[in-house]
């Protein structure tokens, strides 16, 4: 009798452990579906973004008058930027570490 009960239990376990199992192993297959329909979903969404040139919004006016008028301010800040960086770099004063280029009309 107890040899009985412990055969049915065994049987039993190993019933319930292989349905756990198999439980387990879809419940993973289908966490690992998806995470990998999220990655594929991320790249083909990165790849629509990176592909996209610009912004939306035009930075300038439809109107070519305020156009004209926003490209050459544009340009102007551009041409004064170089200006502004040699400034701060010290690159627009001569060096005086020279006597060549600084001197005065005395060597």
């Known amino acids: 009798m107890a040899i009985e009960r412990t055969d049915k239990f065994t049987e039993e376990l190993t019933m319930k452990s292989s349905q756990t199992t198999a439980k387990t192993d879809s419940a993973a297959r289908q966490g690992q ?9 991320g790249c083909v969404l990165m790849a629509g973004l990176a592909t996209s040139v610009g912004c939306f919004v035009p930075i300038y006016s439809s109107r070519p008058e305020r156009r004209v008028q926003q490209l050459l301010y544009t340009s102007e800040d551009l041409r004064s930027l170089v200006d502004e960086w ?16 600084t001197h005065g009309g005395v060597l």
């Open 33 to 41: 579906r998806s995470v990998m329909s999220r990655l594929v979903l």
């Open 86 to 101: 040699e400034r701060f770099w010290f690159l627009d004063s001569p060096s005086h570490m020279t006597p060549i280029r």
